[in-house]
Nanobody, 124 residues
Framework: QVQLVESGGGLVQAGGSLRLSCAASGRTFSSYTMGWFRQAPGKEREFVAAISRSGGITYFTDSVKGRFTISKDNAKNTVYLQMNSLKPEDTAVYYC?????????????????WGQGTQVTVSS
C-alpha cells in the first residue's frame, strides 16, 4: 500500500511559477512510475506528466512541454512538478499517482494509487 500526499498548490499570477510535491509512504518508491494528472472545473481529468521508476525518462502532454518539468527523488520518496510560465488554462486540481506496471503512462486506469489533489489557480 502506498499513500500519496500532494502539496505546493496555490494562487499565482499568469507567468508565475509553482512547484508541486508529492510525498509517498512505503519503502518501494523506486519501483513506481509516477504521474501527475489534473482536472479543471467541468472537465475530465487529464494526463500532465510522468517519470520512470529511475527518473531517467520523462513524459509530458503537449500543452505543458517546455514549461513544466518533473523530477523524482527516490531517497526522499518524493516526486516534483515544477511549473513555469503558468497560464490561466493550467488552473485545475493536480493529482499525483503511482503505478507498478509498465503500461502507457498517460492512461489513468494504469495507476494503482492516487493522492487527494492540490488546487492550482492561475489568475490572468
Amino acid at each position: 500500500q502506498v499513500q500519496l500526499v500532494e502539496s505546493g498548490g496555490g494562487l499565482v499570477q499568469a507567468g508565475g511559477s509553482l512547484r508541486l510535491s508529492c510525498a509517498a509512504s512505503g519503502r518501494t518508491f523506486s519501483s513506481y512510475t509516477m504521474g501527475w494528472f489534473r482536472q479543471a472545473p467541468g472537465k475530465e481529468r487529464e494526463f500532465v506528466a510522468a517519470i520512470s521508476r529511475s527518473g531517467g525518462i520523462t513524459y509530458f502532454t503537449d500543452s505543458v512541454k517546455g514549461r513544466f518539468t518533473i523530477s523524482k527523488d527516490n531517497a526522499k520518496n518524493t516526486v516534483y512538478l515544477q511549473m513555469n510560465s503558468l497560464k490561466p488554462e493550467d488552473t485545475a486540481v493536480y493529482y499525483c499517482a503511482a503505478k507498478l506496471n509498465l503500461g502507457d503512462v498517460r492512461i489513468q486506469g494504469r495507476y494503482d494509487y492516487w493522492g487527494q489533489g492540490t488546487q492550482v489557480t492561475v489568475s490572468s
